[in-house]
């Protein structure tokens, strides 16, 4: 504990005698400082126990030792120090009385007792305070050590909860809670993911201070680089004290250790994650299976997808890449989920990943995919459905959605998609509708000239799939009519209706460019 009032009054060999504020002699002594200036307000700190013998202080006016008192109180002083026998024999009654209305305690200083004497016992007392403070903070740094290396995060997160008599929650890079102690303070820690996300957008190291009064929560960044890989929450009724800034600081330290170290492990089960997938794609499950060992649990026994991601785009500088964060982002919904998964960057363009089908994985890329529907920053395909042997189909199907994924300009496209609904969405980009447009310029040119309507009839006629009479009543012409402009069409475009081929390219050209034709 600092040094108080009441630990002052009660030295024996300082001889103080409390004449006022004996109500608040509790107060912490943060320095005690001798000033006989009339107004010593600009050199105050708030905190000090002042030291005077009253020679500016005009004794004799009640009112300017009112506005004496007055001044010290707003300035934080938190005693004051009147030292009889040197201008006053005794206390004035005036200083006595304005110390009472402003509950500023009031401590007169015989005159054998130096000021040095108490300014030494001040000092003597917060440096015993701060000694204390070191080897408390040296003991918790060894307990949180211990328990680091003997039992793993959770319990750092339990022994400093206990140290700084509040709670604390470990988070992750995507904000959800790893542990938390005591188990009352799941929930509490649980509210302030917003909080943890916005600190995860400045570099590590970085803190935040959240919360009221009667709440009061520290943020803590973790990680050694630029990227944060996880949060410190730290939840105490009052700012922390030296001991628990200690224990803090150590507790941070312990678990960036801990998350570089996971990342180490992380890495090399990333080598043996690109093995085994490497085993999938050229056909071999079984060695693929001796491979992996227990490492991915039942994954490969189980149906699973198949997931390819690359960037959209160029990279800003200065921005966070698009791949890894989505990795952590996947990795730490199957943490979270208890599940497996296998995660391979194939290279700084490319993700792939493997993970159970309808599990956390699959749910977090469409919680992704709603987020980031505006401008996404990496677009992803994912697979069917699949088992060991039909791993290299499952690739091909990811590629495939991904191709599409990338022409839409959609974060996510999933493979099912693509084989439940129609080819003609596939056809909607700039090269197949410049391939239409060309293909059916010299018709719509020659209807322009008002001299027919051969597109039209064209379409009525490959809808009807060359039934003429059919064709010719949607049109509502003689079928010698239709026949005449089926050769036109035949010499205007130099192709023969008759070939399976061409009479597929114009179907598929007109079905194209005909939400164009409809707008204008």
């Known amino acids: 504990m600092p040094p108080t009032l009441a630990s002052l009054v009660q030295h024996s060999a300082l001889k103080l005698t409390v004449r006022a504020g004996e109500d608040r002699l509790d107060t912490p002594v943060r320095w005690a400082h001798v000033s006989e200036l009339a107004d010593p307000v600009p050199y105050m700190e708030g905190g000090e126990l002042l030291l005077i013998t009253g020679m500016k202080l005009d004794a004799e006016d009640p009112e300017a030792t009112r506005r004496y008192v007055r001044r010290l109180v707003r300035a934080g002083v938190v005693g004051l120090g009147f030292a009889v026998g040197v201008t006053y024999d005794e206390t004035p009654q005036a200083l006595v009385e304005a110390a009472r209305e402003e509950g500023l305690p009031l401590l007169e200083v015989p005159r054998r007792t130096p000021f040095l004497a108490i300014s030494k016992e001040v000092s003597a007392a917060i440096a015993a305070d701060q000694y204390r403070s070191v080897t408390a903070g040296f003991e918790a740094q060894r307990e949180l050590t211990r328990a680091a290396l003997a039992e793993g995060p959770p319990a750092v997160v339990a022994k400093l909860a206990a140290h700084v ?224 042997v039909a791993a290299a189909s499952a690739y091909k199907q990811a590629e495939q959605a991904l191709s599409v994924a990338r022409r839409r300009g959609r974060a996510l496209v999933e493979h099912e998609e693509l084989a439940a609904g129609s080819v003609l969405p596939l056809l909607a980009d700039d090269a197949v509708r410049a391939f239409a447009d060309g293909l059916l310029r010299a018709l719509r040119e020659h209807d322009a000239t008002g001299r027919g309507d051969l597109v039209a009839s064209l379409r009525a006629w490959l809808s009807r799939h060359g039934q003429w009479d059919a064709a010719a009543a949607d049109l509502g012409v003689h079928r010698h009519t239709l026949r005449y402009r089926m050769r036109r069409v035949e010499e205007i475009l130099g192709r023969s209706l008759d070939d399976p081929d061409v009479r597929m390219e114009l179907w598929l050209a007109l079905k194209t460019t005909a939400g164009e034709s409809a707008g204008k």
């Open 165 to 388: 008599n509040g709670w604390a929650a470990l988070y992750d890079t995507s904000g959800a809670v790893l542990a938390a102690a005591p188990e009352w303070a799941a929930r509490r820690a649980a509210r302030l993911t917003a909080d943890v996300e916005r600190l995860r957008e400045r570099s590590a190291p970085a803190s935040a201070v959240v919360g009221g009064t009667d709440d009061r929560v520290e943020l803590q960044s973790l990680g050694t680089g630029r990227r944060v890989r996880g949060a410190l929450a730290v939840g105490t009724g009052a700012p922390l004290g030296t001991a628990e800034r200690y224990a803090v600081h150590s507790a941070v330290a312990l678990l960036t250790l801990t998350t570089e170290r996971s990342r180490s492990l992380q890495a090399a089960e990333q080598r043996l994650g690109a093995a085994v997938l490497r085993m999938l794609l050229s056909g071999q499950p079984d060695h693929a299976r001796a491979v992996a060992g227990d490492l991915y649990g039942t994954l490969l026994d189980a149906p699973f997808r198949l997931l390819i991601a690359e960037p959209a785009g160029e990279r800003d500088p200065g921005a966070e890449p698009a791949l890894p964060a989505l990795a952590e982002a996947l990795e730490a919904a199957a943490a979270h989920a208890g599940e497996a998964v296998l995660t391979v960057p194939e290279s700084e363009e490319r993700l792939v990943v493997l993970a159970g089908d309808g599990g956390a994985v699959v749910s977090a890329c469409d919680a992704y995919a709603e987020q980031e529907a505006e401008e996404a920053e990496a677009f992803i395909g994912l697979s069917a459905p699949a088992g060991p």
